[in-house]
């Protein structure tokens, strides 16, 4: 599924970030649930942008069940990635967009990190580092073959009491030198 402009702008909420980036771990959780993640969004606030999610095409109801009386729904996220074989996006603006969104996800999830108390970066394998590589086309498919290899294994893991959830980010571009007028 390619996310329309109007669904990346949709995403480009802090609140709808966070509720997005709650479901990521193929958890599928009602309102209520979301709340007890976000307890810092008012539930008015939480169904308005739990709304407008769905309506974007981010978010699905997952199932339905009767509450006394009402209906309680369980949201999915949507594939937010791109098919295999997907036309590639020409539109630089659209691949900015999506840039300024990982790199917006990752400083909001750094700044809850350091809020949350005193940080404990070896504990809790906290690190960034930018890493030259000079590789040939075909060495650096050998590179993403191996991470996908080694990474595989741990992505579909489920939830238990003993895992605690960790983002791993990547970035991965050529280098460009900027020349003096830029």
Same mark, same amino acid.
């Given at each position: 599924?390619?996310?329309?402009?109007?669904a990346?702008? $949709?995403?480009?909420?802090p609140?709808?970030?966070?509720?997005?980036r709650?479901? @990521? #771990?193929s958890?599928?959780?009602?309102? /209520? %649930? &979301?709340?007890?993640?976000?307890?810092?969004? #008012? #539930? +008015?606030?939480l169904?308005?942008?739990v709304?407008?999610? $769905? !309506?974007?095409g &981010?978010? /699905?109801?997952?199932s339905?069940r009767?509450?006394r =009386?009402a209906?309680?729904?369980?949201?999915?996220? $949507?594939?937010?990635?791109? %098919?295999?074989?997907?036309?590639? *996006?020409r539109?630089?603006?659209?691949?900015?967009?999506?840039?300024?969104?990982?790199v917006?996800? *990752?400083i909001?999830?750094?700044?809850?990190? &350091? +809020?949350? =108390?005193?940080?404990?970066y070896?504990?809790d394998g906290v690190?960034?580092? !930018?890493?030259? &590589?000079?590789?040939?086309?075909? %060495?650096?498919?050998?590179?993403?073959?191996a991470?996908?290899? +080694?990474i595989g294994?741990?992505v579909?893991?489920?939830?238990s009491?003993?895992?605690?959830?960790?983002?791993?980010?990547?970035? @991965?571009m050529p280098?460009h030198?900027?020349? +003096?007028?830029?």
């Amino acid at each position: 599924m390619v996310m329309s402009t109007s669904a990346v702008d $949709v995403l480009l909420h802090p609140i709808r970030l966070r509720i997005v980036r709650s479901l @990521v #771990p193929s958890r599928d959780l009602t309102v /209520a %649930e &979301l709340a007890s993640e976000l307890p810092d969004v #008012p #539930p +008015a606030t939480l169904y308005r942008h739990v709304k407008k999610l $769905v !309506q974007a095409g &981010l978010i /699905a109801t997952a199932s339905e069940r009767a509450v006394r =009386g009402a209906t309680e729904r369980r949201y999915r996220l $949507v594939a937010l990635l791109r %098919e295999p074989n997907a036309e590639p *996006l020409r539109i630089h603006d659209d691949h900015l967009r999506y840039f300024i969104t990982f790199v917006a996800t *990752l400083i909001d999830d750094f700044a809850a990190y &350091l +809020a949350a =108390g005193e940080p404990d970066y070896e504990r809790d394998g906290v690190g960034y580092r !930018q890493l030259p &590589l000079l590789l040939s086309d075909a %060495e650096f498919r050998r590179v993403t073959k191996a991470l996908d290899g +080694a990474i595989g294994p741990f992505v579909s893991l489920p939830p238990s009491p003993k895992r605690k959830l960790r983002y791993l980010n990547t970035i @991965v571009m050529p280098a460009h030198t900027r020349s +003096a007028s830029s």
